[in-house]
Structure formats: C-alpha cells, structure tokens
C-alpha cells in the first residue's frame, strides 16, 4: 500500500472489477456522485468535511462557469480552428487553476487554527488542545485526519516555516484581526467582535462544545452506516469569486525516440535533447527565471546522462540564479562523489564551481543533522530543574519568553527546593487550561458588550462581591474594569487602566468581621469605588496594580506589548494562587509582579522631547523566545495611509534579523504581513530593494539572497563573494530602456557590479583597504568607508581621492563606522565607531581639517540617516546614568543637536526613513525592537 493517500481514475466499466479486488479504496462514481467502499475493505464511515469550510467551497464552486459553451454563447464564433481551440484551452486553464484555487482555500480553512497549536522551537503539536476547539461533529473528521501520515508531512512543513502554497495562501486570506493578534502574545480569549459573530453563526453551539470538552471520552453519535452515500447536491446564491491571474503554460517538445536503443542511438537523443534545451535557455528572456531553471535542471540531467559531470554542474550551479528551491543537493553530492581527480582539479579551478562544491559537502553536513520530527505534548513524568521546566513550558503554549518563565518557576518553587514535581505542574497546566475554557465561554449580554471596543476580550472574572455600585462580578479586559451587575444583567464602569490613581487592599467592619476590601480611585471619577472581595482581595489587588503598570509603561513607551506582557504575567499570578492553595500563594504571585516592581523600584521617566517625538513601537522578534537584534532596517515604496489604494500597495518594512529571518510589516497598519523568512542562518548585514520585485539581502554567510516580493520567498542566491557582504547600492535608471545596475561590496574590499535583468556578473573590482563597511554611489562616483578613511573610486575601480584625518590630529581618533554624502551642499559626513564624533568635510577642500561635532554622553555611532535637512545619529549614549540607545537629530545648517531621543534598551544598530515622515529605529538584542518616529 501506498504510505499516503493517492488518487487514480479508471473508466466505469472497470468500476465493478476495482471494487471487488481493491483492498481498503474509497471509490467515487463521478457520473452519479456516489461514495463508498470496496467491497474488501473495512467499510468505516467517512466523516464529513467541517462544515463551515465545505459550505464556503460549494458556493464558490457552484459559482464556476462550468460549460465553456453556455459561457460563449454570446460571443462571435472564430472562423480560425486554431484559434477556436487556443481559446477553448485558455478557458480551461483557468477554470483549472480556479478549481485548484478554490480546493486550496478549502484546505486553508481546514487547518489553518492548526498554526495556533505549534511550538515551533521544540517541533510540538499539541493535538489534544487542538481537538477541544473544534466543535462535535467535526471532531470525527480531525480525528481520523490526525493520525494520517500526509497530515505529519503537512505538521512538519509549518514547523520548518516552508513558504508553500498553504503558506501563501493562509497569509494572503488573513483577516484584519488575524493580524493583529500575531502581533500580540497574549493568551487566547474571545474578542467582543468574535463573540458577537460567534453568537450569531452558532446560537446553540456553546453548551454542545462544553460537553465535549468535559467528557473527553464520549462516543461521538454516528450517522447510520449505508454502503454508499448520495452526496448533497445543494444549491446557493452564486458568490462572487476573486479573479485570478492565469497560470502560464509551456511547451517543451521531446526529441523523437529512436527505433534502435542501442548505446549509440540513446546517446545521439541526449545530445539532441541538450541542443534543444540550449535553444530553449537562450530564447527565454531573464525575467522568466522560473521557466529558465526548469530548464537548467533537465539539462543537467541530460549531461549527467552523459557523463559530461562539469557541465552538470555548471547547469545546477546557474539554479541558485534562478530558482534555488529546486536546487538537487543530493544529486549534486552525488556527481561530485563520482568525479574524477582530473575532473575535481578542473572543477576547482572554477570559482563558482569550487564554490557549489564546498557548499553541498556542508549542506550534507548540516542536513544530517537536521531533526525534523513532530512531537506530542505530554505532560512531564518526573522532577524538572530550570532547564527543563523552561522546555516544558514553552512546548505547553502557555509562554515563551524564557525570562517571564524563570518568574514563574520562581514562584512555583517558593519556600522548597529549586525543582518542580510532575503533580505541581499537572495542577498549574490544569488550571490554566480550565481558565483558558471558562474564558471561551464568557456569554456577555448584549447591553454589556456595546460598552466595549471590539477587539476587548474578558480575561478574569470575579465572584459575585458586594460593592457601592451594588452586588455583582468584578471583569477585566485588557484595558479596563468593569462590573456586571447581578440581578438585571447590566454595566457599571469602574475604571480604565490608564486612568487609576490608586489602589489600595484594606477591610471594612461588617458586624463582628473584618471583611478584606479592594478600593480604587480613577482620576475621572469623584467616588472611590469599593468591593468586598473577601478571600480574593489580595490576588485582585496584586492584578490590578500589575495592569496599571503595565498599562502606564505601554503608553509612556508607546508600546503596546507591555499591556500584553502584564496580561500574561496576572493570569500566571491566577493560575499560580489557584493550583498552590496555600498560604504563601499570594507571596508566590508577587514573584511575577514584573511592571509593579519596575514601577515602585526603577521609576525611570520617559524624556519630553522623546515622548513628544515617539509614535509607536513594534517588535520583529515577536513569538521568538528570545529577543533578536535588528542589524538592519529597509523600507520599500508604497502608500503610508490604510485609506489610499489596496492593501497590496502599502509601504512595507523590511527587518533584518541577528539569526538570519526577515521579518516584514505594512507600513500604513505596522501589522505583520510576513512573520519571517529564514534568508540565513547568520548575520544580516545589508538590504536593498530592487524595482519593488525583488529586495537583495547581504549576509556574513559570504552570499546574497534575493526575496521575491509578491510571493514572500527567497528562491535565489548569488554566491560570487569570498567574503561576508557588508553593503549594497543601485544606480539610478537614466532613461527608460537602460539597464540597471546593482553593485556589491564585501568586507575584503571587493565591489562586484551586477546585471539587474540576468543576474549576471558584470564586471568587479577590488578597492585597496584592509577592509571596506561600506560604500555609496555619488555623483557617478563610488564612495567607499574602509576603516579610518573614505576612499572615491571610479566604476572601473581607480582610486581617485582618499578622505582622512591628517596624521598630525589622529590623537585618539577611532574607526569611521558610517558615512553620508549631502548633495546639493557637496559634503560629507562621517561617524565615529567608538566615541560620540561627527566630522563634516566639504569636498571641495577635503585636504583641509574637517569640522568636528561632539555629541553629548554618546559612547560610539553605528549607524546614520539623511532625513530633510536633519541628519539622524543611532549610537550608544548615557541616560539617568545607563547605557542606553539614543538617537540624535542634528541641524544640517547650523551644525547642533535639534533632540536628542532616548531610543531603546540598548544599542541603535539600524535606521531608515519612511518618505522622509518617519523614521524608523532598530536596536540590539537587549531590546529587540523598532521604535517609529515622527519628523517634523
């Protein structure tokens, strides 16, 4: 038997005979829309498609123009066969790639909550939690598909990130609200908006849904057993369906097969099949990459077949130009094992050809290593250390961030040795599921919800209390508090996050008792609002001020993962009180008291002219356990406003990370429109985008990959450099028909121009240094940083002036680690790496001292950006006494310090300009993040 499923087709007077041989086939009659068995197999139900995919599916191929004649009808015939027959095929290749659009979708929709349930650093699915968000009667369907191997073929792609069809298609299709939640880790809980079209869509579904998730073992009702099925035949409105672009389709005519198949004769067929192939490459344009790969490929194939060994190989080598993705890596090692000493010395004297050698021995290497195995989650059978119980965590879904896990294994282990026992963590996993459950089913009466934004979701509730606005149940979303009135479902406010002054737990006297109380004051409101919370004032009174600070950090930093980050750290507080049950539960919670504790002990203050000037920050290593630094930053042309164009034609944000992902956001919404794409595994050094088809990515791996925009993969590589790539640049288009040049640098001074179109080497150069950062391109000139000078060479590569600091006032100079050209003012302005110094030559009289600039408590530049008339500075600076990234925005015309912003947590390692409206700030790997700013 096949190891997965397949499809074969048969005529129906073979239908009767495949029914009574076959073993374990389902068997559909197309003309009759039957299913059913063979006759030899088991005979167990097919459960039903999940209903709500199926539904979208059948109206929209219900929707196909089906009949090519009833669609034509219309039309003026063709006098021409041919043409009435390229028409008719034209037709059917669209129609096909509709249908394979359409079955796509189906599958999309399927499986895409599957994502939800993934953790991508120890390759766990967590197939249990997975099954009790889906409703009862499509759980036999998952079920059955869950145990398929197709489906460990398909969990295994997502948890290698592969950029496929399902990949493309799931972000493509991704609502609104989708992608803002990739931008939040926050636990999941309904929306008001989900919870209103939840109502609406499945008014009986909630009661049905908590059976089955606390009778985990309940036999599923079975629909009655025939031996074939009649399948609906339900008709719908027509829905409109999204136009597509038509596939392109080739034609490759094979060499005819001659009669004699002798050696002589099937060697003249490859030789005959590689001359085709050869007219074949030369007549395909070089933006045709695709098609051109496909026919590298065979071609190889034919030399190989041949035994014509390097001109395989310089066939395979021409894929990572064209189309890497179909690169045979196993087929290469094995045409490189084969080879001659003769033909291996010939092969080496090739720089390309030595290069595609080394690297397939080292992707062998690597690929041997490779564990690509999908693992359940299992809670963990024995005492668990630090170590452990930080794996455990993360493959649970529960948090990644490894330090907010160290909080919670600190809390955990209060008063006892530092390991947890398998039962404490069942008892926390336990409860933080059934929170997570009880939340799902939060049923919010109308009357409430209109009170709230839509995407406001309910993460605790208390028990019902008596307060001064009356009995009911304390609530909590991730921006306010409110009460639900008992009795009369109703809304009373209590508070936003932002607007409380103070919150103190005391206790009233009612009667002969002491009854704990939790009062807090909101700056809006003249009463004090008072609640009798009894044995949970203490846990309430440790979330509240947690949310509070971590509410008044978001909006200080304009960053609204802090507000995410106290989210996670009270329901941690919850479900730690709730499993402990003891007396130092409270005292343990405190432990993940993480913005209350910055609050009362650091108290640092955000700058005015940073507050003034900071729009909002994002995080590119979001869902990472760790945070990345962002080495550089590129952004694409566009529209900046949601309002102007389609979404498709927004700006966009390109982030280099430190391990090798390119993280991608919209420019207009900063949401995600690519969460990563793994480029490298090493350091991203330079970007640059290319006739917004393409963006060049620089790496210290030696090699530049090039991304393709509109379907978010990187199918290329150009790996002529012998060292890591620092810097990258274009020349602009003269005119309308001149082709474009792009130019390379590496760290050992190589410049290699490039043919845009062909991908193609022009011509290189190398520019005498012992190193080179950087280089630019200036009034025809190249201009290029090589340590403690700036070298002008021609595009041929001859030096025609150098820029430096005489040698009589080197005392104390450092590096240059960037520089800028002014046009129009025919400057240039150089940063120093170690200490906070500009120098600014006019190039007019560059043998004389420049002008020196001195930044203010500024340890070193890394990075600087043209802007207007303001030169933006990224370096490493001192604020309330720390180490911190600053920024500083200087006056181009009076040579001072407009602002000096206080960045991030750490160094400013990167810096671009959004249409000179924003600018956009990287830092290191302390922070992580991307700071937006406002120019004025």
């Not at 389709?249 to 003249?268: D, K």
């Not at 092969?347 to 690929?367: F, M, N, T, Y």
């Not at 299992?378 to 794996?391: G, I, N, T």
């Amino acid at each position: 038997m096949a190891p997965t499923s397949f499809l074969m087709g048969c005529h129906i007077d073979h239908f009767r005979e495949v029914d009574e041989e076959g073993e374990d086939l389902v068997l559909i009659n197309i003309d009759s829309g039957e299913i059913g068995f063979s006759e030899s197999g088991t005979g167990a139900e097919i459960p039903d498609v999940p209903s709500n995919a199926a539904d979208v599916f059948l109206r929209r191929i219900e929707s196909l123009p089906m009949h090519y004649d009833l669609e034509k009808s219309h039309l003026s015939s063709s006098t021409s066969l041919a043409d009435a027959r390229m028409r008719r095929r034209v037709w059917q290749q669209n129609l096909n790639w509709e249908i394979q659009q359409i079955t796509l979708q189906l599958i999309v929709n399927i499986f895409r909550d599957v994502l939800d349930h993934l953790n991508y650093e120890h390759r766990v699915f967590n197939s249990e939690e997975f099954l009790k968000t889906r409703s009862p009667k499509d759980q036999p369907f998952y079920r059955k598909v869950l145990e398929a191997y197709i489906f460990h073929s398909f969990l295994k792609a997502r948890l290698s990130k592969r950029m496929d069809a399902f990949s493309r298609m799931e972000m493509n299709t991704q609502s609104d609200m989708q992608r803002m939640k990739q931008m939040l880790d926050s636990p999941r809980r309904p929306t008001m908006e989900e919870m209103i079209a939840w109502k609406q869509i499945h008014p009986d579904l909630r009661s049905s849904r908590r059976m089955v998730i606390s009778l985990p073992n309940l036999q599923d009702d079975r629909i009655q057993e025939y031996s074939f099925k009649q399948l609906s035949l339900r008709k719908s409105q027509p829905e409109t369906v999204v136009t597509l672009p038509s596939k392109s389709v080739y034609t490759f005519s094979l060499p005819e097969i001659h009669s004699a198949l002798n050696y002589r004769s099937i060697q003249s067929y490859y030789a005959e099949f590689v001359t085709l192939l050869s007219k074949s490459v030369s007549s395909i344009p070089p933006e045709n990459s695709g098609l051109l790969a496909r026919y590298y490929y065979l071609r190889g194939l034919m030399y190989m077949m041949q035994g014509k060994r390097l001109e395989a190989l310089f066939d395979f080598q021409h894929l990572y130009k064209t189309d890497v993705g179909i690169f045979p890596a196993d087929l290469v090692k094995k045409v490189v094992d084969s080879m001659t000493s003769e033909e291996r010395f010939n092969a080496e004297r090739r720089p390309e050809l030595k290069r595609l050698i080394s690297q397939v021995k080292e992707d062998h290497i690597d690929g041997t290593k490779i564990d690509d195995h999908v693992k359940k989650f299992v809670l963990p059978q024995k005492h668990m250390h630090l170590e452990d119980f930080v794996k455990r965590i993360q493959e649970s879904g529960i948090v990644k961030d490894i330090q907010t896990i160290h909080r919670l294994f600190e809390a955990l282990t209060v008063g006892q040795q530092k390991q947890i026992d398998p039962e404490t963590f069942k008892d926390f996993y336990t409860y933080w599921k059934e929170t997570e459950e009880q939340a799902q089913d939060v049923d919010l009466p109308p009357e409430v919800i209109e009170h709230l934004d839509k995407n406001e979701s309910v993460y605790k509730v208390s028990s019902p209390v008596k307060t001064n606005c009356g009995v009911g149940r304390i609530a909590m979303t991730q921006k306010r508090l409110f009460l639900l009135t008992e009795g009369r479902p109703g809304y009373r406010d209590i508070a936003k996050f932002r607007d409380i002054e103070d919150v103190k737990a005391t206790s009233v006297n009612i009667l002969f008792l002491r009854i704990p109380t939790l009062r807090i004051k909101s700056i809006s409101k003249k009463d004090v609002f008072e609640a009798n919370l009894k044995s949970e004032c203490d846990l309430w009174y440790q979330i509240v001020k947690e949310m509070w600070a971590g509410r008044k950090m978001s909006d200080d930093h304009k960053d609204p993962q802090y507000i995410q980050q106290a989210l996670t750290n009270v329901l941690l507080m919850d479900a730690v009180v709730g499993c402990l049950q003891s007396p130092k539960a409270i005292y343990a919670a405190t432990k993940l008291s993480y913005f209350d504790r910055m609050k009362n002990e650091v108290q640092e203050i955000v700058p005015k002219t940073t507050a003034e000037t900071l729009k909002h920050k994002i995080n590119p290593s979001f869902g990472q356990t760790i945070p990345q630094a962002v080495d550089v930053l590129l952004c694409t042309p566009g529209y900046l406003n949601t309002s102007e164009k389609d979404e498709g034609a927004h700006s966009k944000l390109w982030c280099g990370l430190r391990d090798g992902k390119v993280v991608v956001f919209d420019a207009a919404t900063w949401s995600f429109v690519q969460h990563s794409i793994q480029v490298s595994s090493s350091k991203l050094n330079c970007m640059l985008g290319i006739e917004q088809t393409q963006v060049w990515v620089g790496s210290q791996d030696f090699i530049i990959y090039i991304i393709n925009t509109c379907s978010m993969s990187c199918n290329k590589q150009l790996t002529d450099h012998r060292s890591e790539v620092m810097d990258l640049t274009i020349d602009e288009k003269t005119s309308k028909n001149s082709q474009r040049q792009a130019y390379s640098c590496s760290l050992d001074g190589t410049v290699i121009v490039w043919d845009v179109s062909t991908l193609k080497v022009k011509h290189h150069f190398q520019v005498p240094c012992k190193k080179m950062s950087s280089f630019k391109l200036y009034n025809n000139m190249l201009w290029c940083c090589t340590g403690d000078s700036v070298v002008e060479v021609r595009r041929n590569g001859i030096p025609c002036r150098t820029v430096k600091i005489s040698d009589n006032l080197k005392d104390g100079i450092s590096p240059f680690s960037c520089f800028l050209l002014v046009s129009g003012k025919d400057q240039l302005w150089v940063a120093s790496a170690d200490k906070g110094e500009l120098y600014i030559w006019n190039l007019k009289s560059h043998t004389l001292p420049p002008q020196k600039l001195s930044l203010q408590d500024c340890r070193g530049i890394h990075c600087m950006i043209k802007v207007k008339s303001q030169v933006w500075v990224g370096c490493t600076g001192i604020s309330q006494g720390k180490l911190k990234g600053k920024i500083y925005v200087v006056d181009m015309e009076k040579y001072s310090v407009e602002k000096e912003l206080v960045a991030h947590l750490d160094t400013v390692t990167s810096l671009c300009s959004a249409e000179d409206r924003y600018v956009l700030s990287g830092s290191g790997k302390e922070d992580g993040k991307i700071a937006i700013w406002k120019v004025e």
